[in-house]
Each structure stands twice: as structure tokens, then as C-alpha cells.
């Protein structure tokens, strides 16, 4: 039983497979994910990237689409590029956020003195609105990388999350 999943290339989006290194370029930029797994071959044929496996097992099956996806997922990237918006939330302090570098400053969350920060991932820009973030990016990894530190640094231990409900948190991923 063969697996055989099929990527087509979209237009003005130039893709090079140099071993197991997949490279996609387009007009937003250029993106490189190794493709390398056992008993999975990918072939790069006209329009179309082709992962394939004569596998059984799940996990080299699981792998394939994985692949596709990711695939996709670069061609996305490089034309159009990806856009996460998140929501400051806060009931009675109001939260201060700054961007010094790659480091979301976050102060004065639940009243502490105490500043915390958030790593921004180069590839990632970041902007800062009234009461919201807006991440943006070509890699889709990278900008989940960056939610996940942003969420990761308001996170309330000690207290019931029920009432304590303040943090900044995705609302929006386009």
C-alpha cells in the first residue's frame, strides 16, 4: 500500500530540493526545512513537490502529510506571509507592554513590580497596539513560537485561572 501525497507549486513561488533540504522562494522571501525521514522519498517534478512511502506504519504515513503540510504552509509563507494578532486582557492592572529588540517588555501585569519578558524570534515582527499585538511573519513555526512565548510569560500560577483571567492571549490567526 503506497502513500503518495502531492504539493503543487503555486505561481511566482520557486522551489530547489538539494538532497533532503527543501527551499522555497517567493516574492516575500525564502524559506529551508529539511525533508529527511526514513522510507520517505520526495521527488520534485514540474509544478508538484511528491512525498511517497510504501510503508505501513502510521508514523511514516503521519510523516508524509506532515510534509505536505509543512510544504504548504512554506508556499503560503513566502507569498502571502502570516499574521497572528493577540488580545491584552487585564482587569484591574493595566498592562504596560514595550519592545526593546527581540524582548516584549511586559510591566505592571497583576500589579507586580517585577517587569517580564517575552523572547521575539528573528523572522518575527511585532507591533504594538492599544491593548493588542499583532505578530507577523513568512514562518508559520516561528510566529507559534513567538505566541507561545508571549502567552508563556503571562501565566498566572498560585490562583484560580477562572477569576484571574488577565494575560495576553491569540485571538486571531490569518
Not at 512511502?53 to 510534509?67: E, L, N, P, W, Y
Request: net charge positive; glycine share 8%.
Amino acid at each position: 500500500m503506497a502513500v503518495v501525497r502531492k504539493v503543487s507549486i503555486p505561481e511566482g513561488v520557486k522551489v530547489e530540493l538539494e538532497g533532503t533540504l527543501l527551499k522555497v522562494k517567493g516574492p516575500k522571501g525564502q524559506l529551508e526545512r529539511s525533508v529527511r525521514f526514513p522510507q520517505i522519498t520526495t521527488v520534485l517534478e514540474d509544478n508538484t513537490v511528491i512525498f511517497s512511502t510504501d510503508s505501513d506504519r502510521k508514523s511514516v504515513i503521519a510523516m508524509v502529510g506532515t510534509f505536505a503540510a509543512h510544504t504548504n504552509n512554506m508556499c503560503r509563507g513566502v507569498t502571502t506571509g502570516f499574521e497572528y494578532r493577540m488580545k491584552v486582557v487585564y482587569s484591574h492592572f493595566p498592562i504596560q507592554l514595550k519592545l526593546q529588540g527581540n524582548k516584549l517588555e511586559i510591566n505592571n501585569f497583576l500589579g507586580e513590580k517585577k517587569a517580564r519578558y517575552a523572547t521575539i524570534v528573528n523572522g518575527v515582527t511585532a507591533k504594538i497596539g492599544n491593548d493588542e499585538i499583532v505578530l507577523s511573519g513568512i514562518d508559520k513555526e516561528l510566529l507559534g513560537n513567538t505566541s507561545a512565548n508571549i502567552e508563556h510569560a503571562t501565566k498566572i500560577r498560585n490562583r484560580d485561572p477562572r477569576i484571574f483571567q488577565d494575560g495576553i492571549y491569540i485571538v486571531e490567526r490569518a
